[in-house]
C-alpha cells in the first residue's frame, strides 16, 4: 500500500488536470455512472466537531475512494488545522487497500474549492464589481486562489467574525493582488459584490433575501450536514436559478434543505451541475438573475481528485 | 499516526477482553448511547465482490472508529482472501487520525465469530446432539472455535457447495477436536443439528422452514447487504423468537428483511441482544422453541474491538 503525506500530496496536485477529472466526475454523476451511498455524518458535541464519510466509485474505474473528513472548529486555538481527515483507494478487483492518502483534510478543500471555480464559470454574471468572501478560513483563501484564474475582478470584500482574522485574511489577499475592503456586517458585503462565496460552518443565516441585488451570484459551501447554513431560507427562495451538485444531498442537508423541507422550493427547478457541465451551456440565462451553487461535496469528486493525485 | 499489520492486530487479540466489550457495546446500542450512521454498501458486479463501510462512535470515547470491509469472492482462485478491508481510529477532540489497522479483515471477522458466541450463549438450546455449520469458509472456521468455549457437543455436521472444500473443512474441524459429518444437502445437516450457523454470503436460501426441528436455534451471519439470505422467508417465519443485532439493520439488508418487509414477522417480537445482554437473562424460554438470530454486523462492534486491539 502506498501512504502519500501532505507534502507528498501536494506536490502531485495539478490545479486544471484535476478541474477536468471533476467535470467528468460531475458529468457521470449526473448521468447515474457512480455508485455513491449516502453520506455518514457523526456529531462530536463536546469537542465541537463534525465528521462525515463519503465513498464512491465510478463505474468501470479500477479503484474506489474512501474518505474520513473532519472539521473540529476548536483545534485552531490548539494550534491544529479545524479540517482533518484522509482518503483511501482501494481495488475494484479485489478490495485490496492501495493508498492512503494523509492529506490532513486538504484534498477536500481543494476539491471544494475547485467546483467552486467551476460553479463561478458557469453562474458568474458578466459584470462584477467586487467579490465577496463571507469567512476567512482555509475554504475563504483556496476559493479565492482559483477564482483568480477564472474571474478577472480584483476588488474584494471579506466578511468574518474577528477583526484579528479578517486582517490576516486581508494580508493574503493583498499579497494575491486584490484590493481588500473587511467587514463585519454581510448587508455591507453584499451591496458590494455580485459574485458572493460563503464559506463557514455556520448553524445561523449570515446572509438574508434583502441583501442581495439583482445580478448576483453566491456559491454557498458551508453547508455539507444537517444544521449548518449561511443563507436564509427567504434568500434562497429569492433566486431565480439554483445549481446544485446533487439534488439529492442538497434538498436533504444542504443549503437549500431548510427551504425545500418548507415547500418553499416548488416553483424553482434544480438543476445538476453535471446536467450543465453535460450541455456544455452557461447557467445563467442573463445579467439580472440572481443565481445560488449549493455544493455539499460529493464522493465522486474524491474519487476523481484521488484519480488524479495517484495518476 | 499507529500503523498495525495483521500479525501485530493477532498478538493483540484477546477473545474474552473483547466479548465484554462487544457485550458492553451491544447494550450502549440498544441504549441510544451509541452514534452508528446508516453501513454504505459499494457493488462490484464486474469483480463479484462487494464492500461495506461502517462507522461509530460510543458516547463519551476518545476516539471514533471507520470501517471498510470488503468480501471479494474471486479472490480465492488467484490465491487471495475473499476479506478484504481494514479498520480506523480517529481522535474524537480533534479528529486526526490516530490509528491504522490492516487487519485484512480479520477484525470484521473475529467480531463476527464472537457475536456469534455470545448469541449461542443467549439462545443454545440445552440440548444439542450436533452442531451444524453451513459453510466452510473463514467464518466458518472462527464459529466453530468460539462455539467451543460455550458448547460442549462436539458431533459436527458441515454443509458446503464443494467437496474439496468439505474435505478441508474436516481436517481442520477434526484437529480441532470434533468428529466431523460432511454434506451437500442442507436438509440432512438441520435434521441431525440443534445449533446451526450459516456463514455463507448465498443470495439463495439454503435452508427452508420444513428442515428444522423444534428445539433449533439458528444463528445467520452471512446477510449482510441487500439481496443476500440464507434462510428461506417462511422459515424465518417459522422462527418462535427473534434475536436481531439492531432492529434497523436487520430490517432493511438482514436476514429477517425479505420476510419483513414481505409483512411476515407481524406477529413477531424482534429483540435486540443489547436489551437482552442488558437483562442478564436467557433469550430461550424452553428447549421446544424454533429460535433464530440475525447478525448484519454493527459499528459499534468495530469500535469495542479496535479499543479492544489498541488497549
Redesign the interface.
Given at each position: 500500500?502506498i501512504i502519500l503525506n501532505k507534502q507528498q500530496i501536494l506536490d502531485k496536485f495539478d490545479a486544471d488536470t484535476i478541474t477536468l477529472l471533476l467535470k467528468e466526475g460531475f458529468i457521470a454523476f449526473s448521468q447515474q455512472q457512480v455508485?455513491m451511498?449516502?453520506v455518514?455524518?457523526?456529531?462530536?458535541e463536546?469537542?465541537n466537531?463534525d465528521?462525515c464519510?463519503k465513498?464512491g466509485?465510478l463505474q468501470g474505474d479500477s479503484q474506489?475512494v474512501?474518505k474520513?473528513s473532519?472539521?473540529?472548529y476548536d483545534?485552531p486555538a490548539?494550534g491544529?488545522a479545524s479540517n482533518?481527515?484522509?482518503m483511501?483507494a482501494?481495488s475494484?478487483?479485489?478490495?485490496?487497500?492501495q493508498a492512503?492518502l494523509?492529506d490532513e483534510g486538504w484534498l477536500t478543500a481543494l476539491r471544494t474549492a475547485l467546483a467552486g471555480r467551476i460553479a463561478a464559470e458557469l453562474c458568474a454574471p458578466k459584470h462584477i464589481s467586487a467579490m465577496g468572501i463571507i469567512g476567512t478560513g482555509m475554504q475563504a483563501r483556496l476559493h479565492l486562489i482559483y477564482l483568480k484564474s477564472v474571474i478577472s475582478c480584483r476588488q474584494l470584500w471579506v466578511w468574518g467574525r474577528s477583526e484579528t482574522a479578517l486582517e490576516e485574511y486581508r494580508q493574503y489577499a493583498e499579497d494575491e493582488g486584490f484590493e481588500v475592503n473587511t467587514t463585519q456586517n454581510a448587508t455591507e458585503l453584499a451591496r458590494h459584490c455580485q459574485l458572493i462565496v460563503t464559506t463557514t460552518p455556520s448553524r445561523e443565516p449570515i446572509l438574508h433575501a434583502a441583501d442581495i441585488q439583482p445580478g448576483t451570484h453566491i456559491t454557498a459551501v458551508g453547508a455539507d450536514g444537517a444544521g449548518k447554513h449561511e443563507l436564509s431560507p427567504e434568500l434562497v427562495t429569492k433566486a431565480d436559478k439554483i445549481l446544485v451538485d446533487s439534488w439529492a444531498q442538497c434538498t436533504e442537508f444542504g443549503e437549500i434543505s431548510q427551504a425545500s423541507q418548507q415547500g418553499l422550493l416548488a416553483a424553482h427547478t434544480l438543476t445538476e451541475m453535471g446536467s450543465v457541465l453535460a450541455q456544455g451551456i452557461s447557467f445563467r440565462d442573463n445579467d439580472q438573475q440572481i443565481t445560488l451553487a449549493d455544493l455539499t461535496g460529493l464522493g465522486i469528486q474524491d474519487v476523481q481528485i484521488v484519480k488524479g493525485i495517484l495518476a
Open positions: 500500500m455508485q451511498p449516502p455518514q455524518h457523526l456529531l462530536f463536546q469537542a466537531g465528521c464519510i465513498s466509485y474506489f474512501v474520513v473532519g472539521g473540529f483545534n490548539q491544529l482533518q481527515g484522509l483511501m482501494f475494484a478487483q479485489t478490495g485490496e487497500p492512503l494523509l
